[in-house]
């Protein structure tokens, strides 16, 4: 379970999938219902931005979907993979082999190079593409010797993506991407992600607060109160570049 997968574009349902999920914390006698019966459904390919206020549930949603956390009940899938069902191995091998994950902090290696901050990644993956790739793809061919320190926020956060996307995953889960940066950066930042999702089919999600990513998606899906309170088909698609806020 959960060691191998389909070649992309083999699987014909969704990559990622939901029903009835729940999440509750407790601290004390306290209680935070987090999701609420969470329905989703995630198609190879897809390119996603899910919206809502702090505390809507997104960040929770989005640390089960990549096995970072568990749910209090109904079932998320992984193709056909049962997440809620998996061990903690299985979850590791999931996390490992099919999910890259992008946070607004990049949480690179302050002493490796973007090249090597890369390679730590494609030296565990199953079949990974080779880091000078990877950070080619997101423009960076030209800093690839450069330390964290040398570059800037946005380079930073494309080192992360190239990091994420190098074992080419099925699932690209990303929180808050541009938070830390200003609109110019930013587009960079979406220009890398729209071109990995077009290049090498990875289904990407992006939480984000700024209502005006949602032009650059496939589909947007908006979080309220722990439930999704509705979801919106893009019958045009803006570039990166054609975004502002």
Request: with cysteine; aromatic share 6%; proline share 4%.
């Amino acid at each position: 379970m959960l060691n191998g997968r389909p070649e992309a574009g083999v699987a014909s349902g969704p990559v990622l999938r939901t029903r009835g999920l729940c999440k509750t914390y407790r601290t004390g006698e306290v209680e935070v219902q987090a999701l609420r019966n969470v329905d989703f459904e995630a198609r190879p390919g897809e390119f996603i931005v899910i919206l809502g206020p702090s505390g809507s549930g997104k960040s929770t949603f989005l640390n089960i979907a990549g096995g970072l956390d568990s749910a209090t009940s109904g079932e998320a899938w992984f193709e056909d993979h049962s997440l809620t069902q998996a061990s903690e191995a299985q979850l590791t091998r999931y996390r490992r082999d099919h999910v890259g994950f992008i946070f607004q902090f990049y949480n690179l290696m302050p002493t490796l190079t973007a090249l090597e901050n890369v390679r730590l990644v494609t030296e565990i993956a199953r079949k990974p593409m080779r880091p000078e790739e990877a950070l080619a793809l997101v423009g960076l061919e030209d800093r690839m010797d450069h330390f964290p320190a040398q570059l800037s926020g946005g380079e930073q956060q494309r080192v992360a993506i190239a990091r994420a996307i190098a074992k080419q995953p099925a699932l690209l889960l990303c929180d808050e991407p541009t938070g830390a940066l200003d609109s110019k950066t930013g587009i960079r930042v979406l220009e890398a992600l729209a071109l990995v999702n077009e290049r090498i089919g990875t289904t990407t999600l992006v939480i984000t607060h700024n209502a005006a990513i949602r032009e650059i998606a496939h589909r947007v899906i908006y979080f309220a109160n722990g439930s999704i309170a509705r979801s919106e088909t893009n019958t045009v698609r803006k570039a990166p570049s054609e975004v502002s806020w």
